[in-house]
């Protein structure tokens, strides 16, 4: 029976990773973007690694975590060649050292103290690691992320460390019942993220902007996200609530 259930469960992650690619890149030529400058994302939160093992043989070649103990128990379950992982949730200082060698960005930086304790990690490994600092674009006081206001500061403190590596920005803008209404936070983000890469900051490569997920990801990609990160499109509705 068990079986039968992720038969269907497989099959509907292959049509809906046809149906997103599909709609990717339609939006990508109305957008006059290119194909290879997007990536997207599957997000894994509460998915089992055979589910999301089925997105890797179509194609998806990132994975995002939002929880240090999840990856954990997944990581030696993955198909892992030629696939990157990225933490995208909040990630407490205490767990930096369980996930440093397991993930080839951390997308959630929002504190010099976050920064601060992957670098030590990373001088540990003798290694550097990629990140995105993520911004609080709506100012919401229950999000995660820096305000806007305090993102060049931020940008700045972390790219005086030997082991880290400033890639761009993420955001999670608040939820908006309006698409025009997501539409302006996305292009809020890449004034900011243009503006920011035009200053040639020492050290800091703004060249990924990641934002966009389930039910906003073509106006994130018209507004040049350069990843989009998906997680109910490709795996379908979660069965039990998660904490992001
Ligand atoms: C869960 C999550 C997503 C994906 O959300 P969906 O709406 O299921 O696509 C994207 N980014 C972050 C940071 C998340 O926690």
Do not use: W
């Not at 039968?4 to 599909?22: S, W």
């Not at 949730?89 to 929002?110: F, P």
């Not at 600092?133 to 806007?148: D, H, L, Q, T």
């Amino acid at each position: 029976m068990r079986e039968n259930l992720f038969d269907d469960r497989k099959q509907a992650v292959r049509d809906n990773l046809q149906r997103i690619m599909e709609q990717v890149n339609n939006e990508v030529v109305k957008s006059n973007r290119k194909i290879d400058e997007l990536q997207i994302m599957a997000v894994t939160k509460t998915v089992p690694a055979e589910i999301v093992n089925v997105a890797i043989e179509q194609g998806i070649t990132l994975l995002g975590e939002n929880r240090a103990q999840e990856l954990l128990e997944k990581y030696q379950a993955y198909s892992k060649d030629d696939v990157a992982i990225h933490f995208i949730g909040h990630l407490q200082t205490n767990k930096v050292k369980s996930i440093a060698d397991k993930v080839q960005m951390v997308e959630s930086v929002d504190s010099l103290k976050l920064a601060h304790e992957l670098d030590k990690e990373m001088e540990k490994l003798g290694s550097v690691m990629d990140i995105l600092v993520e911004v609080n674009i709506g100012g919401e006081a229950s999000k995660s992320g820096i305000p806007k206001e305090q993102t060049e500061e931020l940008l700045g403190q972390i790219s005086t460390l030997q082991h880290i590596k400033i890639k761009g920005l993420m955001t999670i803008p608040p939820i908006c019942e309006k698409k025009e209404q997501v539409s302006h936070y996305f292009e809020q983000m890449h004034q900011l993220f243009v503006d920011i890469k035009a200053k040639n900051m020492d050290n800091i490569d703004m060249s990924v902007l990641s934002m966009g997920m389930s039910g906003d990801y073509l106006e994130a990609i018209r507004c040049g996200a350069t990843i989009v990160r998906l997680g109910t499109a490709i795996f379908g509705k979660r069965d039990r609530p998660v904490n992001v």
